[in-house]
């Protein structure tokens, strides 16, 4: 099939001043470094992908991530996704790449294999088509077989189209499904001269081609289009330049046809028409157009790094046209555009298009107020005003100073100044004009010197005032609140019953105007009344209604209210604004027009700009006390290993980072925190034993918000939380239990062993001092005792007899008395001494002499004794020791209290223990003493059951010729 390419040499009218999209230098925002771009891709989460002459770059809406393989060139192109989300490259010097981790893995060395350079197609993966100079071939992913694929005539560009191959060879544009049956869909004459291999892509089912033909010797741009629905049909259409056929992009959605060229970016329609009056990128050399899904158009260049046109609706005006100076004030001037700048230069847009200056007040400007009667300009800070008709600069009739004006009748004027507020007429004669329902007949006005008549409303600093034509009342801002005045009664206007402080005033539309106050509410007043509040938390600098939208300008950006349900939608510079900065709007035929801080730009007022494309959010990286980890979707962490910062990121390039995060951590919480974009991380510095899901989310600056990401993280419990330590603890505290339960019954037989054995001692002590009162009553003392009295009586002294006899019956009930206790005192245990060894004494008829001593520093009274220890000794000192003495029988006892202890001796001068029992062995019987040995059983008994035991000691006295003198015995009682 044969076509012939009619080159058809169009002229277009464009403005004189070029109206195009904004666009600014991503590369310089985010300080991206390489300055030739050759290729943009957007993968499918949202990366933007760069080849560049340093390598490849990823974009993740956060930072830069450069990848290359060193071993090759590093400048690269064709960045393509195949269907598992691997991205592949291609570099100039042949060599297939794709990505892995991040690096660069060679998939094949077409330079090497075919000595060519090559195209290639990864829609059918894992079979990737390549094209070179002698067809096209198929290999498979895995394990690079090569398969003939059956086309062998040179290939220069080869795509996926309708499910089959599209490619182009030399003059031939053909399709071939996956069997190699090929069908040319059409041809080039062999006459035509390309100057270069042109570029294919699809609009609307339709095939278009793209390049450059040489004409009358010079590059001229041509677009050729194809539908299968027709079998042929052709348009050539011509540019007058030639373009980068590598730069193409087609805009399914808007439906536009973007071209790079050497030194602009051009735009055409699906009809090959100019879409913008002028030149996108002036200057620039564009290599590469992509749209992402947020809709921002990204340009490369070479040489000069990456821009994006955030949107095609806003529309700026070219800046030099208005010589670098900011436009302040836009006016519509019977259906024509003024501008003025800052220091007095006026332009005007005609309705041709064109913008022209058409006078100079040569005066820095501040105010700017249009006069509709007179058909001029006025303005605030000077004297003088502008007259659009003559184009004259004349005397100003209203003086200087002036802030705002509100335009009654042809008649009268509403000025607020520096100084006051005031109505005065517009013309210098008499008053004859009848003001029914504005002012009432008592309003009265001075003529000055110029013969034009002033009526001061108040003498206080004004800045805004409008006329309500409808109920025909007014209103006059004042620097201490807002005053409505009806037939000349002023009244203060109060909100929540406070003076009304306003920075912005609309013109009242319905009998309702708008105004801003200083604390960011946006008030809706009628009749003098606030019948509606807004809140925009926002400084407001001035207020334009359209339909039922309010525009609001401010130094963030401009604010378009729907005033029935109260949505707020912002339009920035994330939206094609020029800048945020807004200094004066007006509004013409439904379009906006915007003055900022780097130009003016114009959009259509029911334009929504809401970004509905939420950002896209991924996790970046964990880290456990700082040290980083794999990124896993989970984590089962130890107890210790509790403290974690999680890192994240959000892909939002519309927002320019304006986006915030929301986030949250179930099973601590389930309120979503807010944070900005510049914290991409949240830290939690000891996190509970137990089962958590993290959560986070990007907000874009419109309010969408992305599907939550999540990670689930476990933190393990300690070991004495788990559910067998428990048990364990409580098999352990069971046995423990047992132990000490058998331990305490062990404790408690014991003691009860140690009760029942002190019952015994006890039981067997008062044996023994019943043993030791039998020893004390034994028959052979009272035997001795009563026979001695018996003598007495016998010899007739009764008298003494008497009182032995009663001094012996005393001493037997004291023994019966004691018997019952356990201890007496010192005193007791001495009188009943006393009583046993005056008795004895009888016995002796008065060889027995004996001596009780007692120290000083002993209470006698209070320090006890057991009951009934002395007396046996005494009686072995006497039965013993001084019975075998004729004479002279000598018995000292003592009391005497030493080192917390009392020292008891019974000392005699008898004949000692070693003579005593030679004769009790001459006797030819073994004597034991009944006395003696219950003593000791006694003794033996009392320090059982005592902390410190009694100790008695025998000591056998000599004199100096060895000779026995005596026995002396110390017994030896603790006090305690």
């Known amino acids: 099939m044969k076509v012939f390419f009619l080159l058809l040499i169009s002229i277009s009218i464009f403005e004189l001043f070029a109206q195009t999209p904004d666009a600014y230098s991503f590369s310089e925002q985010n300080n991206f470094s390489p300055k030739s771009i050759y290729y943009l891709h957007e993968d499918s989460q949202r990366n933007i992908w760069m080849g560049t002459d340093y390598g490849l770059y990823k974009w993740d809406g956060n930072s830069f991530t450069n990848i290359k393989n060193n071993n090759y060139s590093v400048s690269y192109s064709a960045i393509k996704e195949d269907k598992t989300g691997r991205i592949w490259c291609l570099n100039f010097s042949g060599q297939i790449f794709y990505v892995e981790g991040d690096s660069l893995k060679l998939f094949i060395d077409g330079k090497k294999m075919f000595e060519t350079s090559l195209c290639y197609m990864i829609d059918y993966f894992p079979d990737i088509y390549i094209g070179f100079s002698k067809g096209i071939i198929k290999l498979d992913f895995y394990d690079k077989k090569i398969s003939k694929f059956g086309i062998t005539q040179p290939i220069y560009h080869l795509q996926s189209f309708n499910k089959n191959l599209l490619y182009y060879s030399i003059l031939k544009i053909e399709t071939s499904n996956l069997d190699a049956q090929s069908q040319i869909l059409f041809q080039i004459e062999d006459g035509e001269k390309l100057s270069e291999i042109p570029n294919l892509f699809q609009l609307n089912n339709k095939i278009i081609v793209i390049g450059n033909l040489w004409v009358d010797r010079k590059r001229k741009c041509f677009f050729y289009e194809y539908s299968p629905d027709n079998d042929e049909k052709n348009i050539s259409f011509n540019i007058e330049n030639a373009v980068n056929v590598a730069s193409v992009f087609c805009d399914s959605e808007n439906k536009l046809i973007w071209l790079g060229a050497t030194n602009e970016l051009l735009v055409f329609n699906e009809k090959y028409q100019p879409v913008f009056n002028g030149k996108l990128l002036e200057g620039k050399n564009v290599s ?30 070219n800046q030099k046209l208005f010589d670098d100076n900011k436009i302040i004030a836009i006016k519509n001037v019977k259906q024509k555009l003024l501008f003025v700048e800052t220091y007095g230069k006026i332009y005007q847009k005609n309705s041709f298009g064109n913008i022209n200056l058409i006078g100079d007040i040569n005066q820095k400007i501040e105010a700017v107020s249009y006069d509709p009667y ?132 609309s013109k009242a539309i ?144 519309r927002s320019r980072k304006n986006h915030h995060f929301k986030y949250r951590m179930l099973g601590l919480d389930t309120t979503w925190i807010s944070q900005k974009s510049e914290i991409n991380f949240v830290r939690f510095p000891s996190i509970p034993s137990g089962d958590y899901i993290f959560e986070v989310k990007a907000v874009n600056e419109d309010g969408y918000e992305s599907k939550p990401v999540t990670i689930k993280i476990d933190i393990d419990a300690p070991i004495y939380q788990k559910w067998w330590f428990f048990v364990f603890c409580g098999i352990f505290v069971f046995i423990l239990v047992s132990i000490i339960f058998r331990i305490r019954i062990s404790i408690i037989k014991k003691r009860n062993s140690i009760i029942n054995e002190k019952k015994d001692v006890e039981n067997q002590l008062f044996l023994s001092q019943r043993e030791a009162l039998r020893s004390q009553m034994n028959p052979h003392f009272a035997f001795n005792a009563l026979n001695s009295i018996q003598n007495y009586i016998i010899s007739n002294d009764k008298e003494l007899a008497s009182d032995y006899l009663g001094l012996f019956a005393d001493l037997m009930r004291k023994y019966l008395h004691y018997s019952q206790e356990e201890f007496i005192s010192i005193d007791e245990e001495v009188e009943t001494l006393n009583m046993y060894l005056e008795l004895e004494k009888l016995r002796f008829e008065d060889t027995l002499n004996y001596k009780i001593y007692e120290s ?106 060895k000779k026995s003198k005596g026995t002396l015995v110390e017994i030896n009682i603790p006090l305690n």
């Open 510 to 653: 319905n009998g309702v105007i708008c105004c801003n106050t200083v604390d960011n509410n946006l008030l809706f007043i009628s009749n003098g009344k606030v019948i509606k509040n807004i809140r925009v938390d926002i400084y407001i600098k001035e207020i334009v209604h359209w339909n039922f939208f309010l525009f609001l300008s401010s130094e963030h950006g401009l604010l378009k209210i729907n005033t029935k349900n109260e949505e707020q939608i912002w339009i920035t510079t994330h939206d094609g604004l020029p800048s945020n900065s807004i200094l004066d709007i007006e509004i013409v035929n439904d379009t906006i027009f915007v003055a900022t801080e780097k130009g003016v730009a114009k959009f259509a007022c029911n334009k929504n700009f809401v970004n509905n494309t939420p950002p896209i959010v991924s996790f970046e990286k964990v880290a456990i006390w700082e040290k980083d980890t794999i990124l896993h979707d989970s984590y089962f962490l130890p107890y210790n290993q509790n403290n974690i910062t999680i890192y994240f990121k959000a892909i939002s390039t």
């Open 288 to 317: 590469d157009i992509i749209k992402d899904k947020e809709g921002n158009y990204w340009v490369a260049t070479l040489n000069q790094g990456v821009f994006i046109i955030p949107s095609i609706e806003i529309l700026s005006f």
């Open 856 to 961: 000083e520093n002993l209470s006698s009274l209070e320090i006890m004794i057991p009951v009934m220890l002395i007396q046996p000794f005494v009686e072995n000192s006497i039965k013993h020791g001084l019975f075998h003495r004729k004479n002279n029988r000598i018995l000292e006892i003592s009391f005497i209290e030493k080192n917390n202890n009392i020292l008891i001796t019974v000392k005699d001068n008898g004949i000692g223990r070693k003579q005593s029992a030679e004769i009790n062995k001459m006797r030819h019987r073994k004597h034991k003493s009944f006395a003696t040995s219950a003593l000791q059983k006694r003794i033996n008994l009392i320090n059982k059951s005592k902390k410190n035991n009694i100790s008695i000691q025998y000591i056998d006295l000599y004199d100096d010729n």
């Open 374 to 505: 007179f058909n001029s300009l006025n303005f605030g800070n000077i004297m003088s005003s502008f007259d659009i008709d003559s184009k004259t600069v004349q005397k100003s009739v209203y003086g200087r100073n002036i802030k705002s004006v509100s335009y009654i009748c042809p008649y009268f004027i509403l000025s607020s100044s520096s100084g006051d507020a005031s109505i005065r007429t517009l013309f210098p004669a008499k008053i004859n004009v009848n003001l029914k329902n504005i002012l009432s007949k008592d309003v009265n006005f001075v003529k000055n010197y110029d013969k034009y008549y002033t009526s001061t409303l108040r003498i206080k600093r004004s800045h805004h005032n409008t006329y309500d034509f409808k109920n025909h009342n007014f209103y006059v801002s004042y620097s201490d609140g807002l005053f409505f005045y009806n037939n000349s009664k002023q009244e203060e206007v109060y909100f929540k019953n406070s003076p009304i402080l306003i920075t912005a005033m």
